[in-house]
């Protein structure tokens, strides 16, 4: 019988195959240049993110309790580990390091750290998801006009190079490359073809995805424009670069292992907790998003998660690779070309793999223009107009949180534009609770004399209501009656309690009456 739920579980792991591979293959060939990219940033090996793209699609999506979300390399550590490197004197002290703060990451999961997830706003999780689709389109546009001066998987607006997001636009306008642009634009119109018309048409077309027909196709032109068309041929720089083995000894000479003996020196433990913080930060904030994206609406247990991106960083640094996030580029791919459940990540990461040690000489004809138009796709389905219009229908609480996270994202950077972001719905929480503390009754009718105000405390009174109650008892006039009325109050908070006692005290002074309902005054006040 046992044998029988083995083989009922494993059939269900597989039942979703005709959408999962697909899907998978899509976000290999998204992974691929953005590993690169993001070790060539980070001035590691380059293999080093393609080991860390492997890690993050079979371990940690085994590991991982998230149905769709992708983890790998993030330009969010790149300049993190370029210095790290540097400070730290060798890449073995690094991966010393790596393996350190995958320690760190398990034991934040171990203790419960996760829920921190929970208290970024949907106003924040939604910005940052628009504000991510449209700087994949920026920051692709110069990919597909040719120019690729910029590494792939950059999300910083500033780059090394001294340009910026915008001033790249301008510099590939003026270097456009025709053979990059004509693979753009036949690359777009088959997947515009591809989702508006010819998936309807026929269930083939759902299987095969459009950005793969997208990759053959460059492929195809790539090598018709190096074996005739001169005029329209790419350099270099221009296409998929992966390192080729020649055999499955030079494959094994990829590999790094970690400097033991460095992992006690107080610099890489020091390099170690920051990447751990801002590698878990950066997965919960994606983990959030992913959620919101997921079709079917499931939860990721955010904990479950932490274990398992601690789990993927330790075997990543232990055989040379980058450190790993939960990353939202890779995750909305898979969400926008079908996936339905973990075995896409699983499977993303096994093509990194065979591809690597196989084919990697076939890949390296992969234009990157094919690659950007279909990031370019990616991005213009998480930045919808539809919704700024939505958002803006819901009101300035949640637009203006949602619009400064995507200005900040695309003028800054992603921690630090969610980082604005957070600030923003903050404000506008303790301002919203500020006038939410209480309401006046104000009746007509006098009692000996005295007019009477009638205070009535919300449900929750909370140390960021003291400001506004203050301010209200502040302003009735002397010689009148205020009633303090705390029967619907479930939760006061001490220093409103407190300073509600003190106002019993100095209202006399300005000849006013205070009466209390259900008030408990501080406990050691008791008998004064």
């Given at each position: ?78 300049v993190i580990v370029l210095a790290a490197i540097g400070n730290l004197g060798s890449y073995e002290a690094f991966l010393a390091a790596v393996v350190l703060a995958g320690l760190f990451q398990f034991l934040l999961g171990q203790f419960k750290a996760g829920f921190i997830a929970y208290f970024v706003p949907s106003s924040v999780i939604k910005g940052m998801l628009t504000g991510i689709g449209l700087l994949i389109i920026l920051k692709q546009i110069p990919h597909a006009f040719g120019y690729d001066a910029d590494f792939e998987g950059d999300e910083a607006f500033e780059e090394g190079s001294g340009h910026n997001t ?363």
């Open positions: 019988m046992s044998s029988t739920l083995q083989d009922s579980g494993s059939l269900a792991f597989f039942k979703h195959i005709n959408r999962d591979l697909p899907a998978s293959i899509v976000v290999f060939f998204v992974a691929l240049p953005l590993c690169l990219g993001i070790a060539l940033a980070s001035g590691a090996p380059l293999f080093s993110g393609v080991i860390a793209g492997i890690i993050g699609g079979i371990v940690v999506g085994f590991a991982s309790g998230s149905q769709l979300g992708v983890s790998g390399p993030a330009a969010g550590l790149a915008f001033t790249d636009i301008l510099q590939a306008w003026d270097l456009l490359t025709p053979g990059a642009i004509l693979i753009a634009v036949v690359s777009f119109v088959i997947l515009i073809l591809w989702d508006s018309v010819l998936t309807k048409k026929h269930r083939v077309f759902q299987l095969l995805q459009g950005p793969i027909v997208v990759v053959l196709v460059g492929i195809a032109l790539n090598l018709a424009f190096v074996n005739q068309w001169l005029d329209f041929k790419l350099d270099a720089s221009q296409i998929v670069s992966l390192p080729v083995a020649s055999s499955i000894g030079d494959f094994a000479s990829f590999f790094t292992h970690p400097d033991f003996s460095q992992m006690t020196q107080p610099l890489v433990i020091k390099t170690a907790l920051v990447m751990a913080i801002v590698a878990s930060l950066e997965t919960l904030l994606c983990v959030e998003a992913t959620d919101k994206l997921d079709p079917s609406k499931r939860i990721t247990p955010t904990n479950r998660e932490l274990k398992a991106q601690g789990l993927g960083n330790m075997v990543s640094g232990l055989i040379g690779g980058l450190p790993i996030t939960q990353v939202i580029v890779r995750s909305s791919a898979n969400i926008t070309f079908g996936a339905q459940t973990k075995l896409s990540a699983i499977l993303h990461g096994f093509w990194l793999l065979l591809s690597a040690m196989t084919i990697a000489s076939f890949l390296n004809l992969i234009p990157l223009a094919s690659l950007a138009t279909i990031l370019i796709m990616v991005g213009y389905k998480l930045a919808k107009p539809s919704l700024f219009k939505q958002m803006y229908a819901l009101g300035w609480e949640q637009f203006i949180p949602f619009i400064v996270t995507i200005v900040a994202i695309v003028f800054t950077d992603l921690l630090t534009g969610i980082g604005l972001g957070l600030v923003v719905a903050v404000f506008f929480t303790l301002h919203h609770s500020y006038r939410n503390s209480h309401y006046i009754k104000q009746t007509r009718s006098t009692e000996e004399g005295k007019e009477v105000y009638h205070l009535v405390l919300a449900e929750e009174v909370s140390f960021f209501n003291k400001a506004s109650i203050l301010e209200v008892l502040d302003s009735i006039p002397a010689n009148s009656k205020v009633v303090i009325d705390c029967t619907s109050s479930k939760s006061i908070a001490y220093d409103v309690v407190e300073f509600i006692h003190d106002y019993q005290q100095h209202a006399k002074l300005k000849n006013i009456v205070v009466e209390t309902i259900q008030f408990k005054p501080p406990k050691h006040l008791l008998g004064h």
